[in-house]
């Protein structure tokens, strides 16, 4: 179950991961009560480490739960658990949850947040998947306002995902009242005459670390673009489709509801953004960038 995760680092110890237990009473138990953060790592080097970590305090703070490590504290951490033998990437898991409490859905006034956090192997997305892309469905929104915020709560973004999966599709794109929101682990662009679009930024999606680094290169690199409200009538016609996420990248979508994705092959303009992703990605390796 753990083979790959050496050890993990939780509330100022490292231990086996067997070893790692928390309280039946932790409210990240009891309520889903946390916030988390998943940081690939290339090359031992922690991908857009400050603007995850700035995620992460700012849910903190919205969330009342106070800040448990500093960021030299945080770096620490993160070092020791990439500090493994072997070229691979990995992935650094971060939680904080509220804390230890007798159940009771009011803040406790004095509880040390608990803190949680591991590294394992970053799985490659397989070739197959990048050169004929993936089906998606889309769903209906059923999630709270707050989807801006990165919550251990997921038992909606589970569930739609596992629709998703039952349905032979690799991800479910969420509609709210028409519009596209994000999938239930990813951001979602479409491509309509010639411009990338996404929808913007609001209470309604996750500010994707991996889909503001691609707003950021298409910015940068004159790849026309908009962050603009997407219905899903848009994205059912949209030329070219891909959705992001730190373990998945960037990915191709090629089918959407059972009906093809423009021809039916990852696009020029997915391309294109790919290949600026993964040179960034190259220089975060060669600690030319974070
Ligand atoms: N999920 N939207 C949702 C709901 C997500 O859970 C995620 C990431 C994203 C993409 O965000 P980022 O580019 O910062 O990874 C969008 C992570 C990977 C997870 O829960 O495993």
């Known amino acids: 179950m ?25 409210r990240g138990f ?48 993160a070092a020791a658990l990439l500090d493994v033998p072997g070229p691979a990437d990995l992935y650094l898991y971060l939680q904080v949850t509220r804390g230890v409490a007798p159940r009771d859905h009011l803040f406790p006034a004095r509880t040390e947040p608990t803190v949680f956090a591991y ?68 951001n979602v662009f479409a491509v309509m005459d010639g411009e990338v679009i996404t929808p913007p930024l609001s209470n309604a999606l996750l500010p994707g670390i991996t889909r503001n680094l691609v707003v950021e290169l298409m910015q940068r690199f004159g790849v026309s673009h908009r962050e603009q409200a997407l219905s899903r009538e848009q994205l059912l016609s949209a030329r070219e489709c891909w959705i992001t996420s730190s373990t998945k990248e960037v990915l191709p979508v090629t089918r959407i509801d059972g009906e093809p994705v423009g021809e039916g092959r990852p696009g020029p303009l997915f391309r294109r953004v790919y290949d600026l992703f993964q040179r960034y990605k190259q220089e975060c390796r060669a600690g030319k960038t974070a």
């Open 2 to 26: 753990f083979q790959h995760v050496q050890r993990v680092y939780l509330n100022g110890e490292f231990t086996a991961p067997a070893e790692a237990t928390v309280s039946a009473f932790d």
């Open 119 to 186: 590294s394992n192997l970053l799985s490659p997305v397989p070739a197959d998947q990048l050169e004929q892309g993936v089906a998606v469905i889309t769903l209906p929104e059923i999630r709270w306002q707050r989807c801006d915020l990165k919550t251990t709560s997921l038992i909606a973004n589970v569930w739609l995902r596992q629709q998703a999966d039952d349905a032979g599709a690799a991800e479910a794109i969420l509609v709210r009242d028409g519009e596209v929101t994000e999938g239930s682990a990813t």
């Open 30 to 77: 009891i309520f889903g009560d946390g916030i988390y953060e998943v940081i690939p790592a290339y090359g031992g080097r922690p991908f857009r480490w400050h603007e995850h970590l700035q995620r992460l305090n700012r849910n903190l703070a919205v969330m009342g739960i106070p800040r448990p490590l500093d960021t030299a504290c945080w770096e620490e951490v």
